[in-house]
């Protein structure tokens, strides 16, 4: 281990702070600290004596700090609250980092027992638009005086072994047929029509609830060139830049690869690559890594004519460093995935049996080999659009459902090892979707997608809020008199939510890219189209450090071919 005044360990709330800890993590690495963060490898079972002695063997504890970050803390079993709790009783050297607007005296309610102490720590902020400045403070100031009676950790074991070469893209290794069938236990929620009309918004042309100081864009670019890309997933990466995944179409439609792109903070392109060779292919998401890497989600094309889902990862540079296929022999596809907390990957997706198709999960460790994989549904048609790791480390699903008469939102809860906790089903008349699905800071599921249920026209946008177990709190739907589509769900640092989808009903040809902010009650605070007289839409929006929205999606405005739309704006209405 570095020496003693060098080592660090980092404290956050997962699905909470996760951005800021792991660009603190990323700057120290950098500088020469040994820093100890949680998506370090950890086997099942062991991860309360690892993280503890991992508290104790190190002299620094740093405490990252974001709104919300603290709210669960007065439950006694809470992992944050036990995680300074030990700190406090071994003496560490405790440096809270405020970040994101964190305020002390707005979190008094949360900071009971030995956790009152808090404040009483010189503590460092970072401040909108300097966070290089504040790490220089940390590392020069804070990070100085080592903590007392500094335990002494028994040597790892060592991890495996790097992939043996890169595999390239269109040759995926594929890994094992272990698929094993859950249980079905889903339980359906039905709305009422009256319910749904009650949250229903009404949109005709461009009026979209517009509030005085809708959010003006800072900037809108498009990419590509040659080949016809679409922008399907975006992320702000720890320097303030973004990474943006997408299709490729090479020559001829039969040739659909993977493109990554690589913007700084303006969205100006600072690299773009794409991975192909493998026909009838397509990417879906991307996530940035513990490493600074990338892993990203979709599926090729195999030559026994069946889809197989797909994992690639990259490192920093883009450059590939392996590539591995997962499914059953009738065809499997995953369209989302993200970095567990073990440094492994889960990915969601579906089956393409021939007369059903079951919502399809895969767990791999970091090198992308196959831990477990899974599948969840009935007899019917189930599908998986979205994943998230959840604080309890289970996993959390959003997808489809069909029924006799139509299709419903399907949620599904699974713990570490993928065993089904509970499913459910949302939906009313007509066709539901859940396309997006994101825990909240209530420890409960926010879903976005689309419903025909109350829709004066095709489709409308729906956002669906449930508790912890699954059981519906409220619906909002937001539409016009064509098809509106929620693709994306964010909950935001004020409690509320950010919506990216695709509007018909706006003044513009075709369809636009739609952003739609709402309150913590779903409640629309205000609305915006984006895009030309052709057709564009928004697949993926996050919230950018320091405010604003980041969306990513495809214009066929620009020239008649298909580009990465990229869409940066303010949350304020000002446009710098």
Known sequence: MAQAAKTVFISYRRGVSDFVARAIYQDLKSHGFDVFIDVE?????????????????????????????????GEPTDWLRREVTHALERKRNIVPVLADGFRFE???????????????????????GYFEDAMNKLRARFLRRPGEEVARLQPAAERPPPASGPEAPGEPRRVGESVRRATPSKRRIAWTAACLVAA???????????????????????????????????????????????????????????????????????WAVTYGGSPLGGDYSVQQTADGG???????????????????RADARGDSLWARAYGTSA????????????????AAGYTQEPRAEDVYL?????????????????PGLERGYSVQQTTDGGYIIAGQATRPDGEDVYLAKIDENGGLTWD???????????????????????????????????????????????????????GGRAHDEGRSVRQTRDGGYIIAGWTGSSRGGGLDVLLVKTAASGDSMWARAYGGSADDRGYAVQQARGGGYIVAGSTYSDGGVARVYLIKTDADGTAR
């Open 106 to 128: 707005d979190a008094a309610p949360h900071l009971e027992g030995v956790l009152s102490e808090l404040p009483r720590y010189n503590s460092l902020t970072i401040p909108q």
């Open 331 to 346: 065809g499997t596809r995953v369209l989302s995935a993200q970095q567990a907390s073990d440094g492994g990957y889960i």
């Open 41 to 73: 490898s950890i086997d099942s079972g062991t991860f309360d004596n690892v993280i503890l002695d991992q508290i104790a063997s190190r002299s620094h504890f740093i405490l990252v700090l974001t709104p919300g970050s603290v709210d669960r803390c």
């Open 294 to 312: 990338y892993i990203i989600a979709g599926h090729v094309w195999d030559y026994a004519n069946h889809d197989r889902a797909y994992l690639l």
């Open 424 to 478: 459910a089903t949302f939906g009313g008349p007509g066709d539901q979707y859940g396309y997006s699905v994101r825990q909240t800071s209530d420890s409960g599921y926010i879903i976005a997608g689309r419903t025909g249920s109350a829709a004066e026209g095709r489709s409308d946008v729906l956002l669906l809020k449930t508790s912890a177990s699954g059981d519906s709190m409220w619906a909002r739907t937001f």
């Open 200 to 270: 229903h918004v009404l949109v005709v042309g461009l009026v979209l609830l517009l509030s005085p100081r809708p959010p003006s864009v800072r900037w809108q670019r498009t990419f590509g060139g040659s080949i016809a890309v679409e922008g399907r997933s975006v992320q702000q990466t720890w320097d303030g830049g973004y990474i943006v995944s997408g299709d490729a179409t090479f020559g001829d439609s039969r040739h659909v690869g993977v493109y990554l792109l690589k913007t700084d903070a303006r969205g100006d392109s600072l």
């Open 362 to 378: 895969v767990k791999t460790d970091g090198n992308g080999q196959l831990v477990w994989d899974r599948m969840l549904g009935g």
